[in-house]
């Protein structure tokens, strides 16, 4: 690499030139750049995300007709600049843009992969907040991750399972699709009359005309691209208000309704128990998506109600719920990160067990670490995972919550929730790094806890003590 002179490497930390014009920086140096780089940064999924700008909000207009498995689509995006952009990337994948507006000015681009390259008839100044609109339409296709599973716009025999983590969310819409950009949305979707159409956030109400039902949802709150949904299907829908004022909107597959009855009526209790551990819910509105989606294979914490593939466990529920605070509201800054999600949640689920008669996280930590060294338990540390395959195996879910196990060990009840409503606390609609959080749990419990994450968060491989 280039080296970069010292004063400007420090320009650069302070957050770029102030004073100082892309003239007094080298040619080809990226802050005189005045395109957004075609990923957010992130090495496990290098194209994932833009640089350039922040999305404040994206207005998804979508009509879907699932017996042809059409999708129509306006995108109005609007956003700011962080830096001076004559051209920028938003990530899509699939589909055909029609047309595509900047501030309402057409503006050329092209597609290049995932990438569509915007370039508007005149360059953006840094802090301008500017608004895009994107038509496009199309079978809008899933993206096979990289361990083999399937996400984003996932066709059902009544509609789609929508589910954008870690890359689907681009399957559907033009997005800045990486978790470092959160925004608020609007969803205004129309299918069929009989089918429903399900998103995040607030139900704000219905309207049928000429055999199509239109559905709109709004999530005020800053959302991740891959926690926004937009399933359709035939569904049971629920509504009510539980005691602390929170509304729940609750859809179930009629095949999966009677298995999913008892379950889903936890939901409140489940929250509030949550709650008491982790500090206040951090939406307005909560409930559930039960679809009956065999081929899926997993659920998703989409934001605010959470999107299984079919009739839950109460454990599974628990897990989803758990993620509303961490991976929804506190969002990894890094994929690598992911065992801040995955690792929390799964210990949700012990912890739930041992407060309502059920195993001790204690007994859950030793049958695991019964386990023998070549287990895939210990293939990796949670806290490194290498690449995009691993981000959603079992090292970062059980081993991950048995860090936290560790930690609570280590430094007692008190301190240990304490560290994670803190945690929920500090980073409430925002990211958190893992250095973040282990720095979180010293200065909270006073203790050095540097050998305690080596070990356990960071090593790979069995630990020789439990
Ligand atoms: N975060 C989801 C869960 O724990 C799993 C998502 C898996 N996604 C995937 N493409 N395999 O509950
Ligand atoms: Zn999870």
Do not use: C
Not at 172 to 188: L, M, V
Not at 270 to 291: C, H, M, N, R, T
Not at 411 to 439: E, I, K, P, S, Y
């Amino acid at each position: 690499a280039a080296t970069v002179p010292v004063a400007l490497a420090a320009l650069l930390a302070a957050g770029g030139p102030a004073a100082a014009g892309p003239a007094h920086i080298p040619a080809g140096h990226p802050a005189a750049r005045t395109t957004g780089s075609a990923g957010a940064g992130d090495p496990y999924f290098p194209l994932a995300g833009n640089g350039g700008y922040h999305v404040e909000h994206y207005g998804l207009t979508l009509g879907y007709d699932p017996d042809s498995g059409r999708l129509d689509g306006t995108a109005v995006l609007t956003a700011r600049a962080t830096q001076r952009l004559t051209r920028f990337d938003l990530d899509l994948n699939g589909l055909k843009v029609t047309r595509l507006t900047v501030d309402g000015a057409q503006a050329a681009f092209r597609r290049d992969g995932q990438e569509l390259v915007v370039t508007p008839r005149t360059a953006l100044p840094k802090g301008h907040r500017f608004r895009v609109t994107v038509a496009y339409n199309g079978s809008p296709e899933q993206v096979t991750d990289p361990d083999g599973s399937d996400d984003g716009w996932i066709t059902t025999d009544d509609g789609a399972f929508v589910a954008g983590e870690p890359q689907g969310a681009m399957t559907w819409f033009p997005a800045n699709n990486h978790p470092t950009d959160k925004s608020s949305y609007d969803f205004t979707i129309t299918v069929p009359q009989g089918h429903t159409a399900v998103a995040n956030g607030l139900y704000l109400g219905s309207r049928t005309a000429g055999g199509r039902t239109t559905f709109r949802w709004r999530q005020p709150e800053p959302m991740a691209a891959y926690l926004a949904t937009a399933t359709v299907g035939k569904f049971q829908v629920e509504q009510y208000t539980t005691r602390d004022g929170l509304k729940i909107y609750n859809a179930v597959d009629p095949r999966e309704a009677a298995d999913a009855a008892p379950v889903l009526k936890q939901l409140p209790s489940v929250l509030e128990w949550e709650s008491k551990l982790f500090g206040p819910y951090p939406f307005q509105s909560a409930g559930s998506i039960v679809d009956h989606a065999p081929s899926v294979g997993y659920a998703l914490e989409t934001q605010s109600r959470p999107l299984y593939d079919s009739a839950p466990s109460l454990s599974t529920l628990v897990h989803e719920s758990a993620h509303q605070w961490f991976g929804d509201s506190v969002s990894v800054t890094r994929w690598k990160d992911i065992w801040l999600n995955e690792g929390f949640a799964t210990y949700a689920e012990w912890l739930y067990a041992e407060q309502h008669g059920g195993r001790s996280a204690q007994d859950r930590f030793d049958a695991l670490y019964a386990r023998p060294a070549g287990d895939a338990l210990w293939a990796f540390p949670p806290g490194d995972p290498g690449d995009g395959e691993n981000i959603f195996a079992s090292p970062v879910y059980s081993r991950g919550a048995m860090v936290l196990h560790k930690l609570r060990g280590a430094v007692g009840d008190a301190a240990f929730f304490r560290v994670l409503r803190t945690w929920a606390a500090d980073h409430r609609h925002g990211n958190g790094t893992t250095a973040q959080f282990t720095a979180l749990a010293e200065r909270v419990s006073g203790k050095n806890l540097d050998g305690l994450f080596h070990t356990w968060l960071l090593t790979k491989g069995k630990p020789d003590t439990p």
